[in-house]
């Protein structure tokens, strides 16, 4: 008995002391995970410290770079006012003229020369490198460089001449170059019309009209066409397919047809000139039968020249100018057949020069005026009946009525070349009206008997 106490005693001190001892190592975790924690809590304090210098760090590289983006841009502010400054300063500033400056004729050399209009050493200089090149810009050009012969020469210490010969028609653009600057106005835009001694068959024919009287072009190419048996006005788009009529406002046998710089259009028909916006809305309208200021006996073509309009008040035998508001401004022309004197014209147009050119039916001639409306020179074919004229480059083309073919003329008078007859083929004529040129460097005649409009 005595034994079994003494093992229970034994056991329960043998209990206290693993008790002790677990409690120590209890003690001791407790120690070492509070001490873990503190290090923890330690390393994310370091954390939160490095994050916040990294945001700091990435915020002065973000200032940096806006820094050095607007340092860039006042850099590249200053290039540019410097540049400008310095091409002001060195500018090669020319006076440019010549033939050549804004039309051509296929195979007919021509040249524009340069000028320097104040003191430009370098384009003085022998050395000075002035180049040229001429490229087509139009659909009716071919897209392939062609040779054209162009050449640049220094034809006096002040004056370089520019030369070429195109090979192709329609619009094209010519750079004129210094030094490979380009000279002010550079490129110059020119229109490049067809040799006059190879026409003969249309490159295209536009039917489906009515009469066919005038004709003029808008800035987007568009053939405008007045329709003298359907009282109408046609608006045939660029690519000859779509044509837009207008009714209504015009009557009366629509004849001569015009546009202004902004687009409006001016129409005259039985004794009045109308003015139309450019989608087809009336405007104003003015004239009545008589011999006055203002009025009218049977109006045809009407010409658009230095913001005036010219009015062939045919069986008046005069021209009437009008403003672009259609006031009257003033009367040419008296009726007989000498200088000065008109007998029934029919069409008028100028010349780059200024000067006045006068296709009179009933003296069967072409009389040219000066800019004072002096008399310069005539010309004509015996026995013609001319209708209608246009000028390209420096041919005059001139639609003959009764002879039913297209005459052309240098502007000096001297006879080119003809082409054309009585018939309905292709290339041939009936009832020869307004003739006219555009950018696409054609030839487009109403040919008003067969309705319809061939272009050469």
């Known amino acids: 008995m005595q034994t079994l106490r003494q093992e229970l005693t034994d056991r329960d001190r043998e209990i206290a002391r693993k008790d002790e001892e677990s409690e120590r190592e209890k003690q001791a975790l407790r120690q070492e995970l509070t001490r873990k924690e503190t290090e923890l809590t330690g390393k994310e304090a370091e954390v939160t410290r490095a994050e916040e210098t990294i945001r700091r760090e990435q915020q002065q590289i973000q200032e940096m770079r806006q820094r050095e983006t607007e340092l860039v841009q006042a850099k590249d502010r200053e290039m540019a006012l410097l540049q400008q400054q310095l091409g002001e300063k060195h500018s090669y500033t020319c006076q440019v003229s010549g033939p050549g400056l804004t039309s051509a004729t296929v195979n007919h050399p021509t040249h524009v020369l340069v000028q320097p209009s104040d003191y430009s050493p370098t384009l003085y200089s022998n ?3 002035v180049t040229a090149r001429l490229e087509p810009v139009s659909e009716t050009a071919p897209t392939t460089p062609s040779r054209i012969n162009l050449q640049v020469a220094m034809t006096s210490p002040s004056q370089y001449e520019v030369s070429y010969t195109p090979v192709s028609r329609g619009q094209h653009k010519l750079h004129v170059q210094v030094n490979d600057r380009e000279i002010n106005g550079s490129p110059f835009t020119v229109t490049v019309y067809p040799d006059p001694r190879q026409l003969g ?15 003029t072009f808008n800035k987007d190419n568009d053939i405008i066409v007045t329709e003298s048996n359907g009282d109408t006005l046609s608006i045939i788009d660029a690519q000859r397919k779509n044509v837009r009529k207008f009714h209504g406002a015009i009557s009366d046998s629509p ?3 015009a546009i202004d710089g902004v687009g409006n259009i001016y ?9 139309f916006s450019g989608t087809g809305a009336l405007i104003k309208r003015i004239g009545r039968t008589g011999r006055s200021d203002g009025e009218f006996a049977d109006p045809r073509a ?5 913001d005036q309009l010219y009015v062939c008040d045919i069986y008046n035998h005069r021209i009437q100018v009008f ?3 259609l006031n009257f401004v003033r009367s040419i022309g008296l009726h007989g057949e ?16 200024g000067n006045m050119y006068v296709a009179e039916w009933g003296n069967g001639r072409i009389q040219v005026l000066d800019w004072n409306c002096k008399f310069k020179h ?23 009525l009764s002879g039913h073919y297209i005459a052309i003329y240098d502007t000096s008078g001297q006879f080119v070349a003809a082409f054309g007859r009585d018939g309905t083929k292709e290339g041939e004529f009936q009832g020869l009206r307004g003739i006219n040129t555009c950018v696409d460097g054609f030839i487009h005649v109403c040919d008003s008997g067969n309705n319809r409009i061939q272009s050469f």
């Open 323 to 325: 403003d672009l508001d």
């Open 267 to 275: 129409v005259t028909s039985k004794n009045k000139l109308q003015k």
């Open 378 to 400: 005539e010309f004509g074919r015996e026995g013609s009946r001319p209708s209608g004229l246009t000028i390209a480059d420096r041919y005059v083309y001139v639609s003959d």
């Open 338 to 353: 000498g200088r000065e004197e008109f007998d029934e014209p029919q069409d008028v147009w100028f010349d780059t020069a």
């Open 255 to 257: 004849k001569g047809v």
């Open 302 to 306: 009407v010409t658009v020249h230095n």
């Open 127 to 129: 050395t000075a490198k």
């Open 201 to 215: 068959h249309p490159v295209s024919v536009y039917t489906s009209l009515s009469g066919p009287y005038g004709m």
